[in-house]
């Protein structure tokens, strides 16, 4: 995709972190832009904003790990701007914690956002993009936590890697039918957005049950320390939305922000190939 003016951009979890900087590039490139998330105060901030820069927005409440949700955003859409051209799979949560101790609802969570949330954006507006036949384009967010694994965060991992194995079959089919749908999977390291605080951003179905001890263990008091130290330490949000924005034009699939984590995402894929065990000492180096 080269020609963004007046093209309508779809962006989940749009508002905070990744989204808000999707958000910003979106506007200053004159496009239209919905901003779809859970968080309806920051959203309504965030569109204010936009709004006072002269961009035509559209904010739309929802929860990404409900199917009804995402077909009524894309209903929204098309309703206020006929069109969908650029649809960013970007909301996601994060938790940590060994996974015997993980309570089930901590995993359909997780899972319901960052895996379901992903394969509905893909089923309800790839037959919109289809059907348009108009050159298009899908930036899903996965992680580097989706090429390699640490022994912390099982559940993320899972969801991450889940990421990058749908984004990239879902690519080779439309490559194969020769659509103008092209995709991005963007894989940052550790990047300064709210993800840490996630825990605010359940949905009710999902919310922590405080008589469950896990929520008063040394597990889950650690798994939120340590997110909040990656994340608070990690790279400034701000150079995230034209690195995208560079792939999108150019037609990149990975999008990696971090370099140092290609020798450890080598090593994962070469233990793999000369039979070499995985070990957790390379963590105590
Ligand atoms: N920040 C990082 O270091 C980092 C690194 C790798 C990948 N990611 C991924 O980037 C994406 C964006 O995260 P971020 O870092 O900007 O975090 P963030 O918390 O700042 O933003 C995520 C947004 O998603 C929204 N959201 C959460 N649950 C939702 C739901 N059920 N329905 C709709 N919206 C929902 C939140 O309200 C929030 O606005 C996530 O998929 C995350 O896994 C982040």
Redesign the pocket.
């Known amino acids: 995709m080269k020609e963004f003016k007046n093209k309508v951009a779809v962006i989940?979890?749009?508002?905070?972190?990744?989204?808000v900087e999707m958000a910003k590039e979106c506007v200053a490139r004159d496009m239209k832009v919905v901003l779809?998330?859970?968080?309806s105060e920051?959203l309504k901030k965030v569109e204010a904003d936009m709004k006072a820069k002269g961009a035509e927005v559209l904010s739309v409440e929802?929860?990404?790990?409900k199917f009804e949700d995402v077909e009524i955003l894309a209903k929204k859409t098309l309703e206020t701007f006929g069109s969908v051209d650029l649809l960013f799979n970007?909301?996601?949560?994060?938790v940590a914690g060994p996974t015997w101790e993980l309570p089930l609802n901590d995993w359909d969570w997780i899972m319901?956002?960052?895996v379901y949330?992903m394969i509905y954006g893909l089923k309800v507006f790839i037959p919109i993009m289809l059907k348009q036949d108009t050159p298009c384009h899908i930036v899903n967010?996965?992680?580097?936590?989706g090429l390699l694994t640490t022994p912390s965060m099982a559940a993320y991992h899972t969801t991450?890697f889940a990421n990058v194995g749908l984004t990239e079959s879902v690519n080779y089919q439309l490559q194969a039918m020769n659509s103008k749908i092209k995709m991005s999977l963007f894989c940052?390291?550790?990047?300064?957005?709210?993800?840490h605080?996630?825990d605010r951003?359940r949905?009710e179905r999902f919310a922590i049950n405080r008589d469950e001890p896990y929520y008063e263990s040394v597990s889950y008091k650690q798994g939120l320390e340590r997110g909040k130290h990656v994340?608070t330490t990690?790279i400034p949000v701000d150079s995230i939305g034209q690195s995208i924005f560079i792939a999108i034009e150019e037609e990149q699939f990975y999008i990696l922000t971090h370099p140092q984590y290609a020798p450890v995402i080598g090593g994962r894929v070469r233990n793999m190939l000369e039979g070499v065990n995985p070990s957790v000492a390379m963590f105590k180096k």
């Open positions: 989940t979890g749009a508002a905070n972190g990744f989204g779809a998330d859970i968080d920051n929802m929860d990404v790990s970007n909301a996601g949560v994060v319901g956002v960052n949330g967010v996965a992680s580097v936590a991450k940052p390291g550790f990047v300064q957005t709210d993800l605080n996630c951003h949905p994340i990690g």
